[in-house]
């Protein structure tokens, strides 16, 4: 005969190991999709073209978290001197070399 904590105890872990694979399960899913959709392995991400500029990609950040609903503003910032990025600048001005 379970006490009430040990079947509460029980209950919480059988739901939990039960949450944990569905959630992996919709993660492995959607990574599968995604590769898919990406044509490979080899281009996961989407491109940036030469022409992008800052504010583009202001505009892109915003629109896929939805930050306009919620007053954020995105700062895009010189990784060396810190200061800020023109939003007319060119995003391939900033590139950084991989080493």
Partial sequence: MLTQTQAVKRLHRTHRRSIEKLLKNA???????GLA???????????IRADATVEGL????????????????VRV????????????????????EPD
């Fill in 27 to 33: 993660y492995q899913e959607g990574y599968d999709a």
């Fill in 58 to 73: 202001v505009r892109l950040i915003d629109r896929h978290f939805g930050l306009d609903r919620y007053a954020f503003e």
């Fill in 37 to 47: 959709r990406a044509r490979g392995a080899g281009r996961r991400g989407r491109t």
């Fill in 77 to 96: 910032v010189h990784g060396g001197s810190g200061r800020r990025v023109p939003s007319r600048d060119l995003l391939s001005r900033y590139r950084i």
